[in-house]
């Protein structure tokens, strides 16, 4: 007994030990660890493919092939663009919907319509002013020679005022309007858009349209009906001077028959006119200028077709409202020779 309790309590070392030999801590970690089974770990993707697999889906079906008849037309769409005529022309009628909405809502910038005013109506009446006195001078003598062969001089001031009224003053004046003002306006915004003053607005926290489109608009709608007005005296005055002065029709003649032949329409269709043609001037030189892309180039070519299509929209516009204000057969010459 005494033999065995010695054995147990003799002291031993980790290195004779056979057991803590094997089982020591550090050895037994490291069987550990390297022991240990690693486990799959899932990895996920973003693509379609993958996530597809990941879920045990199928992947989708591939499209059906088109058949040629359908396949053509697609393929001549996807290489085709609009004319740039055409993608301006729906600009201009978008920005002519936009300003008609900001005016009705009252969104106008006050001050930058007194400067366009300013610049539309006194700085443009010097020109058309003397451009509507030689117009109306020229008439005087192609009508003068022939009514006073025939005997109807006393006709001459009728004929002349009602052609100055309701075709050659809102004519002349809009041709002239769209030679000065149509072509600064379609540069100016052409410049602006080129050299992204237009974005430069936008992050200001002001709207291109509202600042820059809306008072040119209203300038020209308000202005041209005051320069026509005067256009029409200037034309009819020079007139009658050179009646007087040239084929001896007295200028109390000229004005008496011109009183009898004009009727108020007259002259209201003639103010008529003048808006319908002010709008189609800025809103066409607008859109031609806010739609310029190209540097120097695109500007020059911007302002050259703004006039070009404003002309054309003015003498449409003049055919389309004479047809809609002169309808049937009319009897002021025959109130003018009574």
Known sequence: MSSAAALLLRPTSATTHPLLHQSSPKSFFLRLHSSRRRLPVPRLSLTP???GNSNNSPPPPPPPPLSPATEAPLFLLANWSPPRAIWRGLSALLLAGQVFHRVLTGRVHRR????QLRRVGPGSAGVALLTAAFVGMAFTIQFVREFTRLGLHRSVGGVLALALARELSPVVTAVVAAG?????????LGTMQVSEQTDTLRVLGANPIDYL???RVLACV?????LTLISFALGLASS???????FGVSVSIILESARKALRPWDLISSLLKSQVFGAIIA???CAWGVTTHGGAKGVGESTTSAVVVSLVGIFVA????SCLFFQGAGDSLKHAMG
């Not at 308000?222 to 005051?226: Q, R």
């Open 222 to 226: 308000l202005a041209l009906p005051v």
């Open 283 to 285: 809103v066409v030189s």
């Open 318 to 321: 003049d055919f389309a409202l």
């Open 49 to 51: 493919t993958a996530a």
């Open 180 to 188: 000065r003002v149509g072509s600064a306006f379609a540069a100016e």
């Open 112 to 115: 930058n319509l007194l400067a």
């Open 213 to 215: 489109v809306v008072p």
């Open 240 to 246: 009658a001077f050179l009646a007087d002065s040239v």
